[in-house]
């Protein structure tokens, strides 16, 4: 087979020199070596410039992401925290220490070395100048609530204020303390306003003591270098309010107890009234007389009523107008002088013998309803529904005379009978005011319930001749004599002319002032 010759240096290349000849090689060499160089130069310089760019991403990186961490550092850190720059410059640091391996070109190495330098710088910076303002909001915070404690203080203890003061002016002017770099003009407006608070807290404090003394010490100069004149005017009228608030204070303690003793005072004469119309009583006069639980008005009125319950019940139909007259007023507008608020109102016209006792507890009931808004409706609603009734009970005629000489007893037993319909639905919890409406099944105004009330023309005649048929004679004259114009019957302590007078059964009644009496 042949032989394939084989190439190497010492290989002899064919030509004119004959098969055996060395090529000269180092011509070739010295013009490539020139280029080589010039390229590894050229590939370690753009190395080191994308070192030094990935360096510029890096750090601008770094800045994005550690800007936002120290803000929310910030945020979360307490006011004045005293390792806040230091202890982010040292996680910071910690992190570049972490990034910067890598580089191998000294160009990219040195970048890192100077940005990270000057970042490291800048951030630290930034953290101090963060730690600087905290402990100014931390300064600032302190002493707000160093001025608030003792403006407390102050407000409950103005005596206080000489040392408050002085305790407060000294830290402020403290070499050492942290308003020491303060600007003096700075302070000296910082001194001024923490004369004028706690000046006005100790004024507040006097004037909440004693407003009339506070007014009396401004008028007499005694708070005018301790306050600005400009302030003068609001402490005289916080002053001025907080003393008309004392005196509006006084008025209302004292008819809070002026109202408690009213009410424990009507609390007795309930008692003594309940007492007293029992089938056996037990207290005296000189029981009502030692009850330092009444007022002296009251006391009064229970002897008179006790005394009064010892002697006979006046004629019904006397009762019967009184109290109706007395219901109507108890249900007038609160702006009408008549209405009635004081239910002495009633125990007196019961001793002076207008109403009887079963009148009277009804009226004094009906009184303590009327003070409630529902109470008061019912007794609106019960008057007009009277009103309603009546004609047809106790029609008038000519002249307006009564055509039914018992209608006005008639009327009143009507009345009497609505009266306990009622009271039997509040005590069962019931709707009282269905008994006076038309649309309701219990209406007590239908026509077979008012028409038993009514006598017939016979009846009427039939009592006209004095006979009963079965029906209780009414109270009615059986003489009448136009009095003597010299008669007078004895009220209220004084001799009262005598308008008219009656003979009903043997007994003589008196018409004085418009209304019947008997002795």
Do not use: C
């Amino acid at each position: 087979m042949p032989k394939i010759q084989e190439y190497g240096i010492e290989t002899r290349a064919q030509g004119p020199g004959g098969i055996n000849a060395v090529p000269d090689w180092s011509g070739v060499l010295r013009g490539v070596a020139p280029a080589l160089n010039q390229f590894y130069e050229k590939r370690k310089e753009i190395e080191q410039r994308q070192e030094v760019s990935d360096v510029q991403v890096k750090l601008a990186q770094a800045r994005a992401e550690w800007t936002v961490k120290m803000q929310e550092r910030a945020a979360k850190a307490p006011a004045g925290d005293p390792t806040f720059a230091e202890t982010f410059s040292t996680d910071f640091t910690e992190y570049l220490s972490t990034q910067g391996q890598d580089y191998k070109t000294p160009a990219g190495q040195l970048a890192w070395q100077e940005g990270s330098a000057k970042l490291t710088a800048g951030f630290t910076e930034s953290a101090g100048l963060y730690q600087i303002q905290s402990a100014g909001v931390k300064a600032k915070q302190d002493y707000l609530a160093a001025m608030d404690q003792n403006r407390n203080a102050l407000v409950n203890d103005p005596s206080q204020l000489q040392a408050v003061l002085e305790s407060s002016l000294a830290a402020l002017n403290d070499p050492n303390g942290m308003y020491a770099l303060m600007p003096a003009d700075q302070k000296a407006i910082l001194a001024r306003e923490t004369k004028n608070d706690l000046a006005i807290s100790a004024f507040d404090g006097v004037a909440r003591q004693n407003p009339r003394e506070a007014i009396r010490q401004l008028n007499a100069g005694e708070w005018d270098t301790l306050v600005d004149a400009d302030k003068r005017n609001a402490l005289e009228s916080r002053a001025n309010t907080l003393l008309r608030a004392q005196e509006v204070e006084i008025l209302r303690s004292a008819a809070n107890a002026e109202k408690a003793a009213r009410l424990e005072s009507k609390k007795a004469m309930d008692e003594y009234i309940q007492d007293t119309f029992s089938d056996g009583p037990t207290k005296t006069v000189q029981d009502i007389a030692n009850d330092d639980r009444l007022q002296p008005g009251d006391k009064l009125t229970m002897i008179g009523v006790v005394e009064r319950s010892t002697k006979g019940e006046p004629a019904s139909e006397i009762s019967h107008q009184t109290s109706s007259e007395l219901f109507k007023r108890l249900h007038l507008p609160d702006s009408d002088p008549n209405k009635i608020t004081d239910e002495n109102v009633l125990n007196q016209a019961y001793m002076d013998s207008l109403l009887t006792r079963t009148d009277l507890d009804w009226l004094r009931k009906e009184h303590a309803a009327a003070r409630t808004p529902e109470g008061d409706m019912l007794g609106k609603r019960m008057d007009g529904f009277f009103q309603a009734i009546e004609p047809q009970i106790n029609a008038k005629g000519v002249f307006g005379l009564p055509t039914d000489p018992t209608g006005a007893e008639s009327m009143y037993r009507f009345e009497d009978m609505v009266r306990r319909k009622i009271q039997e639905y509040r005590d069962a919890k019931k709707d009282p005011f269905s008994l006076l409406d038309p649309a309701s099944p219990n209406y007590l105004g239908k026509p077979e319930t008012v028409g038993s009330y009514k006598k017939s023309l016979n009846q009427q005649i039939q009592v006209l001749q004095g006979s009963s048929i079965g029906i209780e004679a009414p109270i009615a004259p059986t003489a009448v004599d136009t009095a003597p114009a010299v008669e007078t019957f004895p009220l209220n302590g004084e001799e009262r002319p005598v308008q008219e007078k009656k003979v009903v059964k043997g007994l003589t009644y008196y018409k004085v002032d418009g209304q019947w009496y008997s002795k």
